[in-house]
C-alpha cells in the first residue's frame, strides 16, 4: 500500500517535532514546513504551512500547561549549569552532529582559553540527539576532556555521570570511550523557544585567522622551495 501525503496532518506532525525540541524558533520551522509542502507539491503553501505550525505550538501550549515541574529538561539545564561551574563546558542543542559539535566546541575552547577561561573538559547534545529525545530515547551526551586524552575523557565522563545524577537524571555509560552517555529522561522543553547554544563568532574567526596565517606560512615555503630548486 502506497503513503499517501495528508497536507494537513503530515505538516503539523512535522512541525510538532520541531517545536517540542524547544529550540527552533517559530520563523525557522515556518519555513521548514514550506520546504516539506514544496517538495509534495502541495498548492497553497503558505496558508497549509501556517494552519500547521500554528496548530503545533497550540498543542505545545496546551500539553506543557500540565507538566509537573521540575522537568527532565529543568534537571538538565540546572545539571549543565553546575557542570559549567565546575570548569566542563556543557552545550545544550549544540551543532547540527557529532562530529561538527566536537569539531566547534574544541575551537571554542581553544578560544576562551585564548581569553583566559580555561575549560577542564566538555559535554554536549546536537539536533538530532534532541529530535530523537522528542520521540522519546533520552538524551545521548559526548564528552571528552580538553587535552583529547583517554584518561582524561573518562574522568570527564564520570563527573558528567555524577553531576546528572545529584540533579536527579540516571545515566546509562558502562566506562567505554567508544559510547556515548545515554541519559535517562522524559523531553518536557516548554515554550517560547530557548536560544541553543552554538561556537561563538569570535572563536570561529580567531580559527579561521589561524588557519589562514598557517596556510600562508606553507606558501611563503613552497614560494622559496621553488625560487632555491626550481620544480
Known amino acids: ?23 527552533e524558533q517559530e520563523d525557522y520551522v515556518l519555513e521548514l514546513v514550506r520546504e516539506m509542502l514544496r517538495d509534495e507539491g502541495v498548492a497553497d503553501v503558505d496558508d497549509y504551512a501556517t494552519r500547521a505550525v ?83 530515547d533520552g538524551i545521548f ?9 583517554e584518561e582524561g575523557s573518562i574522568e570527564i565522563a564520570n563527573h558528567v555521570c555524577r553531576v546528572l545524577g545529584e540533579h536527579g537524571l540516571e545515566t546509562d555509560w558502562d566506562g567505554d570511550l567508544g559510547r556515548r552517555i545515554r541519559v535517562n529522561l522524559e523531553w518536557q522543553n516548554t515554550w517560547p523557544p530557548r536560544k541553543p547554544n552554538r561556537v561563538s563568532q569570535s572563536a570561529l574567526d580567531a580559527y579561521q585567522s589561524r588557519i589562514q596565517s598557517e596556510n600562508n606560512k606553507q606558501e611563503k615555503k613552497r614560494s622559496w622551495w621553488k625560487r632555491v630548486f626550481g620544480n
Not at 1 to 23: C, H, N, Q, W
Open 1 to 23: 500500500m502506497s503513503y499517501e501525503f495528508d497536507p494537513v496532518e503530515d505538516p503539523k506532525a512535522y512541525a510538532g517535532r520541531l517545536i517540542a525540541t524547544g529550540y
Open 54 to 136: 500554528s496548530g503545533a505550538i497550540q498543542a505545545q501550549i496546551q500539553s506543557q500547561a500540565s507538566w509537573s515541574t521540575p522537568t527532565d529538561c529543568d534537571r538538565l539545564r540546572a545539571a549543565f549549569d553546575s557542570l559549567k561551574e565546575q570548569g566542563i563546558l556543557a552545550q545544550h542543542h549544540y551543532s547540527c552532529c557529532g562530529s561538527c559539535g566536537a569539531a566547534e566546541i574544541r575551537i571554542q575552547i581553544d578560544f576562551d582559553e585564548s581569553q583566559g577561561t580555561r575549560w577542564r573538559g566538555f559535554t554536549f547534545y546536537h539536533v538530532q540527539d534532541t529530535e530523537n529525545a522528542v520521540d522519546g
Open 141 to 149: 551526551l559526548n564528552y571528552g576532556d580538553r587535552k583529547g586524552t
